[in-house]
């Protein structure tokens, strides 16, 4: 655990959260070993580029592949744009 918080703390997570959701979806096998990495990036080493599209598309990529770590970021910008739309 950092001793200090991450920078930005708190930040918003519900992206992070929506990813994750897709890769429970698609790729049940890769999810506990993909929030692990997150989790550590944030918590102990105080990374909070992590929860940004470029730090998450790089440990999705590891965990799922260059391709498929696209294509889960691709649906959750998908699904936040409708989101967003149905609140209007």
């Excluded at 890769?23 to 944030?42: H, Q, S």
């Amino acid at each position: 655990m950092s001793e200090a918080m991450p920078g930005g703390f708190p930040a918003s997570t519900a992206g992070v959260q929506l990813a994750l959701c897709f890769v429970a979806r698609d790729y049940p096998d890769k999810l506990v070993t993909t929030i692990e990495r997150v989790y550590r990036e944030y918590w102990a080493e105080g990374n909070s580029k992590v929860l940004t599209p470029d730090g998450v598309l790089a440990i999705f990529e590891e965990h799922l592949g260059t391709e498929n770590a696209k294509h889960i970021l691709q649906e959750v910008r998908y699904y936040a744009a409708c989101e967003l739309f149905l609140l209007f």
